[in-house]
């Protein structure tokens, strides 16, 4: 059975991620060249329910991800608004604090036009 790791709301601070985090770090080795994509929501316009760009931080130091090999990533949806093309999603992520200087890059993955993949 896979184990589960909780995180009580009255611990969600940057430490307590840190905590939960910490067993996962060596997964990622010092000094690796790879690109590390982590997969966030960077809300819709006027919502306020999604995780900050201080907690994703939080999260990608609790994991030791290296500094310069990690961008924040999502994918456009189908349905009206902000989030449909590449350009819009960015800016509105910007507005929500994800993106240089204060978190890794934000890259849309599916490209400007919501045309770009790859079969998995």
Same mark, same amino acid.
Request: aromatic letters at 10%; charged letters at 40%.
């Given at each position: 059975m896979s184990k589960v790791f909780f995180l009580p709301a009255s611990s969600m601070?940057? %430490?307590? *991620? $840190? $905590?939960?985090l910490a067993g996962f770090a060596d997964?990622?080795?010092?000094? @690796? @060249? /790879?690109?590390?994509a982590v997969k966030i929501h960077a809300g819709e316009q006027g919502n306020t329910r *999604? !995780? $900050?760009? %201080?907690?994703v931080n939080s999260v990608i130091e609790g994991l030791g991800l290296p500094q310069g090999r990690v961008f924040l990533t999502d994918t456009t949806v189908l349905y009206r608004g902000r989030r449909l093309t590449a350009p819009s999603y960015m800016t509105l992520a910007s507005e929500h604090g994800f993106g240089a200087p204060s978190t890794p890059p934000f890259i849309v993955a599916d490209g400007l036009r919501? @045309? %770009? /993949? !790859?079969a998995v």
């Open positions: 601070s940057a %430490d307590g *991620y $840190r $905590r939960l997964r990622f080795p010092a000094g @690796t @060249t /790879e690109l590390i *999604y !995780v $900050r760009p %201080d907690r919501r @045309t %770009d /993949e !790859v």
